[in-house]
């Protein structure tokens, strides 16, 4: 299946989300996103402003989620998809803040940084360290 999103996300004064289109086949429909939802993204007030560049920021989660949830068929009364926060993982946050961290050190370094076990795979081994022959 090839999902379709055209660049209309918009906020939705009276339903208090941000929506955005979605379409596969001959299906057109909206993805709303409601407000509460952003407060995991959110340091602070959640002003439509603010939903709408965290949507953009993040909206490659919120298209996979809306695709799963339209190849399930989990849509509403009105045949759109709405995400709620149990559709997103729970550690948004922290993850973003890990990510950033690790991009700064992937700058600097030019190489992803290793795992302690990986770190040890590659120092390189000292005669010493070496199993005796006999």
């Known amino acids: 299946m090839f999902f379709r999103f055209p660049e209309d996300a918009c906020w939705n004064e009276e339903r208090q989300a941000v929506e955005f289109g979605i ?14 939802v952003f407060r995991r993204f959110i340091d602070g007030g959640v002003t439509p402003e603010r939903c709408l560049e965290a949507y953009h920021l993040q909206r490659t989660r919120f298209e996979l989620v809306a695709e799963r949830k339209l190849r399930s068929r989990q849509l509403t009364d009105d045949g759109n998809v709405e995400i709620n ?11 973003n803040e890990r990510d950033r961290r690790t991009l700064e050190i992937d700058d600097h370094r030019g190489q992803t940084p290793l795992s302690g076990a990986d770190q040890a795979r590659s120092r390189p081994r000292l005669l010493k360290d070496r199993p005796e022959t006999a």
């Open 23 to 36: 379409g596969v086949g001959e299906y057109e429909g909206v993805v709303r996103v409601p407000r509460q």
């Open 85 to 95: 926060g149990r559709d997103l993982p729970s550690s948004t946050k922290s993850s």
